[in-house]
DNA sequence: GCAAGGACGTA
DNA sequence: GTACGTCCTTGCA
């Protein structure tokens, strides 16, 4: 990997003092540095052949905010003059040129470009890569590292000096006199006059960098300042101690800048005409444009300028309406033209995938170690590999590993079987020939599966991280074919045997062909390896065919930033999670159990008793009958299928008027419900190797980009009752540790706030109030002081209400008022806070006008039938669609927290074990004692999470706190 | 042995 | 009124 970095801002402006000005014809606007800024991104390409042919590239940019620099001096880059009145309008532009060559172009609110370029060159290198950094700023320097891992490159033309300058150790130490580590205590001593660092009066370069060499650092310097023997220059530094420390930290870079992108998104991608001409042509850039047209093989008059930023005739400048409306649907027209470039691709991969002929001859069995070495030289030729690991079970905390499938391109794939045994002898280890000792093969495998430069392609990955990581393996970087249509498509597609016959037209092998079904079913490991073979190699190459065609719809659809920041970066947090599990105390369970065993044949005797005749309590029909038909009891309802509902709200009312038959079935419910769920059901789930429970989370199951658990479900652990709430207290820690519940205070509400604009809620979470008394006495009129609980208890159920779409038969069901009553109080809701009603509105407008609704990260949620012909269902999607922006953008939320805090928690030196989620909370396990300082740390990541994507108007709210168990803790 | 329906646990 | 997963019964293969 080779990753190239401009630092565009910094060429911006030497473009414009070393460049003659130049306007565009039609309408004077100035592009002398866009055009420069052309040229150079154009001969950087065309210069850097070879070994310096980047493979990754973006161009950085000051963001024009300010930095946590300004909080360290004030005074920072005070004396920098506003930037001159023609450079103004050349800023966009130059990012949108960088675009227009189809470069990443980056940057970030509260960051200089110095300190993202810091952040990336780390990044790159970690990765062992090459990195090259386009500038001539000083302040850069400090990045050089000695083998050439780290470079600068100057591009400024000079008179008399060749076009391109590498600068390396020997540059800097020419420029400072020091190393590149120590330029950091070199400008913290001579300062810089241009950014205002004021370093130590008197103290020039030359100076600094010899006391540097002799003291080696900046604080050994000062501590030792009494040595020095010119009296002048000791006293300055003494006097200046401080001055110096401010200054180094002004001068250091930040390399831990959040960046949104990962290197992955930065690859260098071929130059996309649709893109390009457009921008130049706008630009009246036409020796570029002809200049490039030959090069790519493009007639530039294939497309039109970009009108949105093209000369605008004088007649559209006024304050006519329909000429700001009609540029303004040229704009979007023009936008559109750019993504169908995109799109157009997109598909054209499609049909080229579709069209490679699938051959399951094609697909070899590695059966040795020179065979393996060649297909790991054939991964590194790629740069990726499809990976499927094949394994004797679904749950990948129990299942062991049979064989590995690979594939490096569409078409091809491999089969290396490592465990397949003899179906006669399965305890004996009748162990089948012709297969590599599996340390042997893992031992090739891991490094490739390891290095950081190989890409590793899976369905479902997850699964496959969660049993490599039982052998030892920490795969990165991933891709996930599953991960990828969810972003795309949502939930639509759930196995890769439905995306593939949607999208290559062939489901692939059936595993039941292999295993069989039901009672007979074997596992992977008895089936034959030619067999195996034919399937494992067929579903590497299917998931390489899924990757080649879904990727490059991420660019086309705009969802790239989605996919990057809170699908592909969760899946190995969660594979983590996962592995942890949690302890479950048994016994705890087992006393529960029995208690709830007692009660429940105590409430089925009584009920039996009651209605006169033994029946099952368990079925609703029978309960139905007994209720509504023998007995004869008023008020029964049917449900769609004509039976007689018996929900706990109909036993509820039946209990009230005196039907205590209905009071012993709802208490009878309960207990066997959580007998059945919970305390029977989870100690089969206790892991023998682990002693621990470990859930398997879904990420690509639900339509707001929730997660959801299974196998168990520990996302519906009881608490509401207090039976229910004896289960948590069966979560218990691990000997000398703590578990930690950190959850969002009313976060769904925070955000409908922030999203509909809602000033009084803004204020109210501002202030720290209590929401629902708030909402109540804005509604009601009532104060809040001494506000009875029934007028508390509507508010809330009137703002969950408007979370979830609210109707006025929704909410006089669920506070047992009339219809009509329910809809006085969603009017006096709305004109007490009208923006809700418009936020409401624009939904319904967008789902029918564009079949989705986005969270505030730009994750989509579609409805395909937000256009019906159903008004129930038509309806039903007007709700969701109002519910879904708001759930998914908490969701959204908490996935960014989660991705952040493995790494935010490493730097802030605390060791916690995050556990579970469970939506809008967070559980972990820390050792004893360390609950004090990791529980502001979790909250604070939490509570910032958000950012630096999106700067919430509402405060965000976490509660942490630390117990035994999670009853305790929550 | 499997799918659908009803019921109910969570946010 | 939103979003899930699991257990149990029932009815059909």
Redesign the pocket.
């Known amino acids: 990997m080779h990753l190239l970095l401009v630092d565009g801002s910094s060429y911006v402006f030497r473009a414009f003092h070393a460049l003659p000005p130049l306007n565009r014809k039609s309408d004077n606007l100035p592009v002398g540095c866009v055009q420069g800024f052309c040229n150079m991104l154009f001969k950087l390409t065309e210069d850097l052949k070879g070994d310096d042919q980047p493979t990754h590239m973006a161009v950085i940019f000051d963001h024009s905010a300010k930095t946590f620099r300004d909080d360290i001096y004030a005074d920072y880059k005070a004396h920098r003059p506003p930037p001159p009145e023609e450079l103004v309008p050349q800023f966009p532009l130059t990012r949108s040129a960088t675009r227009a060559f189809s470069i990443p172009s980056i940057e970030m609110e509260g960051w200089e470009a110095d300190d993202i370029i810091a952040t990336y060159a780390c990044m790159a290198r970690d990765a062992g890569g090459k990195v090259t950094i386009v500038s001539s700023d000083k302040d850069l320097m400090q990045l050089v590292e000695p083998n050439g891992s780290i470079r600068m490159l100057d591009t400024i033309p000079r008179p008399g000096q060749p076009p391109l300058r590498w600068i390396g150790v020997d540059e800097v130490f020419t420029k400072f006199g020091v190393t590149p580590d120590k330029v950091i205590d070199v400008q913290a001593l001579c300062g810089d006059a241009v950014d205002n660092v004021p370093g130590v009066p008197g103290i020039g370069v030359k100076t600094a960098a010899e006391l540097i060499n002799t003291y080696g650092d900046l604080e050994t310097l000062l501590a030792r300042a009494e040595e020095i023997k010119q009296p002048a220059r000791r006293q300055k530094l003494i006097d200046n101690a401080e001055l110096a420390r401010i200054s180094k930290q002004l001068v250091t870079l930040s390399r831990e800048v959040p960046v949104e992108l990962g290197l992955d998104a930065l690859v260098r991608v071929p130059i996309e005409p649709g893109a390009l001409f457009p921008f130049l042509k706008a630009m009246e850039f036409n020796t570029i444009t002809k200049r490039l047209a030959g090069i790519l093989e493009a007639d530039p008059d294939a497309w039109e300028a970009d009108p949105a930023l093209a000369a605008k005739p004088v007649e559209a400048m006024g304050f006519d309406n329909a000429a700001k409306a009609e540029a303004r649907a040229a704009r979007l027209e023009a936008s559109g033209r750019a993504e169908a470039a995109l799109v157009a691709h997109a598909a054209d991969v499609h049909e080229r995938v579709k069209a490679i002929p699938l051959d399951h001859a094609r697909y070899e069995i590695i059966r040795d170690a020179e065979q393996l070495r060649k297909w790991i030289e054939a991964i590194y030729a790629a740069g990726h590999v499809a990976v499927d690991v094949e394994t004797t079970g679904l749950d990948n905390q129990t299942a062991d590993l049979v064989g590995v499938c690979l594939s490096t391109a569409p078409g091809n794939g491999a089969y290396l079987p490592l465990d397949h045994r003899t179906g006669a002898d399965l305890l004996g280890g009748g162990r089948v020939e012709g297969q590599m000792p599996m340390a042997d093969a893992l031992a090739l495998l891991k490094p490739m599966l390891e290095d950081r430069s190989i890409l590793k392609i899976g369905h479902n990955f997850k699964y496959d991280l969660g049993i490599l990581a039982r052998y030892g393996i920490v795969t990165a970087p991933i891709d996930d074919t599953l991960l990828l249509s969810y972003t795309l498509d949502g ?1 639509r597609f759930n196995t890769m045997s439905e995306l593939t016959s949607h999208w290559l037209g062939h489901g692939g092998i059936p595993i039941k062909d292999l295993i069989g ?3 007979s079913q074997k596992t992977f490991a008895e089936v034959d390896i030619e067999a195996a073979a034919r399937y494992g190699g067929e579903d590497a190459d299917l998931t390489m065919r899924l990757w080649t065609l879904l990727k490059p719809r991420l660019p086309a659809e705009n969802m790239s930033v989605v996919y990057e920041t809170l699908e592909r970066p969760l899946a190995p947090v969660l594979a983590r999670m996962e592995g942890r599990g949690i302890s479950v105390d048994r016994q705890i369970l087992s006393r529960l159990s029995g208690d709830f065993a007692q009660r429940a044949a105590a409430f089925e005797a009584e009920a039996q008793a009651l209605a006169g005749q033994p029946f ?9 009958d007994i209720l509504f038909g023998v007995m004869g009891l008023p008020g029964g309802t ?14 509820d009312e039946l209990a009230l008027q005196g039907v205590p038959l209905a009071k012993a ?2 208490e009878w ?2 207990l ?7 305390t ?2 989870l100690p ?1 789930y206790i892991n023998e190797r682990t002693g621990r429970v470990h ?2 989370y ?1 990420q690509a ?4 980009g ?1 997660l ?6 520990l ?7 207090e039976d ?2 004896k289960i948590r207290t069966a979560f218990v820690a691990s000997p000398g540790k703590i578990l930690i519940s950190a ?2 205070s009313q ?2 509400l925070r955000v409908l706030a922030h999203i509909a604009d809602i000033q009084a809620l803004k204020d109210a979470f501002e202030e720290g109030l209590d929401i629902h008394a708030m909402t109540a006495s804005e509604m009601f009129g009532v104060p809040v002081e001494g506000m009875p609980s029934e007028v508390r208890r509507r508010a809330k ?11 006025a ?7 047992g008022i009339g219809r009509a009553e ?1 809809g006085d109080y ?1 009017e006096t809701y709305f004109k007490r806070f009208p923006g809700i009603r418009d936020y409401m509105d624009e939904m319904r407008r967008r789902v029918k006008a564009d079949g989705f609704v986005e969270t505030i990260f730009g994750r989509k949620v579609q ?1 395909p039938n937000a256009n019906s012909k159903h008004p129930a269902e038509r ?3 007007e ?2 669609s ?3 922006p708001i ?1 998914g953008s ?1 969701a959204d939320i908490i996935r960014r927290a989660m991705v952040k805090m493995e790494p935010a928690l490493k730097k802030a030196g605390i060791e916690a074990d995050m556990l579970l989620q ?4 967070l559980i972990f396990e820390v050792d004893k004692g360390a609950e004090d300082k990791a529980m502001p740390v979790i909250a604070g990541i939490m509570e910032s999470s958000a950012e630096p994507a999106v700067r919430l108007s509402v405060p965000l709210k976490v509660d942490a706190h630390a117990a035994h168990n999670w009853d305790e803790a ?1």
Do not use: C
């Open positions: 939930p079904t039901g009672k099952n309590l368990g079925s609703p029909k029978q309960l139905g049917k449900t769609k299928t004509g039976q007689w509902a018996t929900g706990a709200d109909v036993l079935v709802l419910r309960q066997t419900k959580l007998m059945g769920t919970y029977d059901a089969s859930t398997s879904s199951s639900v339509l707001t929730r959801s658990s299974n196998d168990p479900n996302q519906n652990i009881p608490v509401r009752t229910g709430r959850d969002y976060i769904e159920a009137i703002n969950f209400g408007i979370i979830y779409g609210i109707s038969f929704g909410l006089s069901n669920q506070l329910a969603i409805f309806a039903f999607v709700r969701a109002i519910n879904a759930q908490a469970v939506h809008d909370e929550h």
